[in-house]
């Protein structure tokens, strides 16, 4: 059960082990697009190339679909980014219902742990395999296996180097309950000494606006926690107008100065840097609202009297 293309690198990892896959369970085909087709999911695309058997529940607790999925006779069920399932789904199989989660639980547990993790600043994240219960992310612990954080890594960098580490722990996940040698731990346990955890809770697009006034650091952690999806954003002022800027890409630059938190600076040719707490945010990668995504030279060309914008900061 899984929809992106993080799910179907697990998918393509049990294929090459030979692990039976009796079907494959993922989201509806959507419009997408200028012209609005249907797009197929990553994880159907790649099932309908090995031609395994693809079903498309709208609803989860449909009876026609409870049907379809009992008939199956699955032993196990395996999710990677999915969605919340009902119970009378995850307690189906009779070895259970095992789920891949991109971050060391107990902690980052919800729908954006990957992004949360850079934002937050973590050194350390992962990958971990529990059995699915009725709150989410919360059942016993199968494995984990730990990813540097690195200084410049982006969300969608963390994202492939996860997406690869987690399809090894599944199938390691799959064999290990297959030869019944594991043994579950619970997250209750692992979260009675500390005063709280970390949460991923998802992202939407309000959450995604910069901060201006905030340090350089969190400043720096927040664009590339962000990148290249949802994205990070900014309004600016050009004359009269509001325009909308996506964030992509920024280089810290520490330093002293007396501007006010937000001010622009620009030669109009090479470079764009804003003044914050600590130095500098230098942009190297942005995109304007209904134009292409550019380099900040490329950005700039298009752009001439960049130099009469300025932030805006809440």
Same mark, same amino acid.
């Given at each position: 059960?899984?929809?992106?293309?993080?799910?179907?690198?697990?998918?393509?990892?049990?294929?090459?082990?030979?692990?039976?896959?009796?079907?494959?369970?993922?989201?509806?085909?959507?419009?997408? %697009?200028? #012209?609005?087709?249907?797009?197929?999911?990553?994880?159907?695309?790649?099932?309908?190339? $090995?031609?395994?058997?693809?079903?498309?529940?709208?609803?989860?607790?449909?009876?026609?679909?409870?049907?379809?999925? %009992?008939?199956?006779?699955?032993?196990?069920?395996?999710?990677?980014?999915?969605?919340?399932? @009902?119970?009378?789904?995850?307690?189906?199989?009779?070895?259970?219902?095992?789920?891949? $989660?991109?971050? &060391?639980? @107990?902690?980052?547990?919800?729908?954006?742990?990957?992004?949360?993790?850079?934002?937050?600043?973590?050194?350390?994240?992962?990958? !971990?395999?529990?059995?699915?219960?009725?709150?989410?992310?919360?059942?016993?612990?199968?494995?984990?296996?730990?990813?540097?954080?690195?200084?410049?890594?982006?969300? %969608?960098? &963390?994202?492939?180097?996860?997406?690869?580490?987690?399809?090894?722990?599944?199938?390691?996940?799959?064999?290990?309950?297959?030869?019944?040698?594991?043994?579950?731990?619970?997250?209750?346990?692992?979260?009675?000494?500390?005063?709280?955890?970390?949460?991923?809770?998802?992202?939407?697009?309000?959450?995604?606006?910069?901060?201006?006034?905030?340090?350089?650091?969190?400043?720096?952690?927040?664009?590339? #926690? &962000?990148?290249?999806? @949802?994205?990070?954003?900014?309004?600016?002022? $050009?004359?009269?107008?509001?325009?909308?800027?996506?964030?992509?890409?920024?280089?810290?630059?520490? #330093? !002293?100065?007396?501007?006010?938190?937000?001010?622009? $600076?620009?030669?109009?040719?090479?470079?764009?840097?804003?003044?914050?707490?600590?130095?500098?945010?230098?942009?190297?990668?942005?995109?304007?609202?209904?134009?292409?995504?550019?380099?900040?030279?490329?950005?700039?060309?298009?752009? @001439?009297?960049?130099?009469?914008?300025?932030?805006?900061?809440?």
């Amino acid at each position: 059960m899984g929809t992106p293309e993080f799910a179907v690198a697990s998918l393509k990892k049990l294929l090459e082990n030979d692990i039976h896959v009796a079907a494959v369970i993922t989201a509806p085909d959507k419009p997408a %697009g200028r #012209g609005r087709e249907l797009q197929s999911s990553p994880v159907k695309k790649f099932a309908a190339e $090995h031609d395994l058997l693809v079903l498309q529940p709208a609803n989860l607790k449909d009876p026609a679909f409870i049907e379809e999925l %009992g008939a199956l006779h699955a032993n196990l069920q395996l999710v990677v980014a999915f969605r919340m399932l @009902p119970e009378v789904v995850w307690s189906m199989p009779e070895y259970g219902t095992v789920n891949l $989660h991109a971050s &060391l639980l @107990p902690d980052y547990r919800g729908a954006a742990p990957i992004n949360r993790a850079i934002m937050n600043g973590e050194k350390k994240t992962g990958v !971990t395999t529990f059995f699915i219960e009725k709150d989410i992310d919360t059942g016993n612990i199968l494995f984990s296996e730990e990813e540097d954080i690195h200084p410049d890594d982006t969300a %969608g960098d &963390l994202h492939d180097r996860l997406m690869h580490k987690g399809a090894g722990l599944l199938l390691k996940t799959v064999e290990a309950i297959r030869n019944d040698n594991f043994q579950a731990r619970s997250q209750a346990e692992l979260i009675k000494d500390k005063k709280s955890i970390k949460k991923a809770p998802k992202i939407t697009k309000d959450d995604c606006r910069i901060n201006w006034r905030d340090d350089m650091e969190s400043i720096y952690n927040f664009i590339r #926690g &962000l990148s290249p999806y @949802p994205v990070a954003w900014t309004n600016i002022k $050009h004359h009269d107008e509001m325009i909308m800027l996506k964030i992509f890409k920024v280089q810290k630059a520490p #330093g !002293t100065h007396n501007d006010t938190a937000g001010t622009l $600076h620009t030669d109009n040719k090479h470079y764009i840097k804003v003044s914050v707490k600590g130095g500098y945010i230098n942009i190297t990668e942005l995109q304007q609202a209904g134009k292409k995504r550019l380099a900040v030279d490329e950005f700039l060309r298009g752009f @001439p009297d960049f130099n009469q914008c300025e932030l805006i900061i809440y």
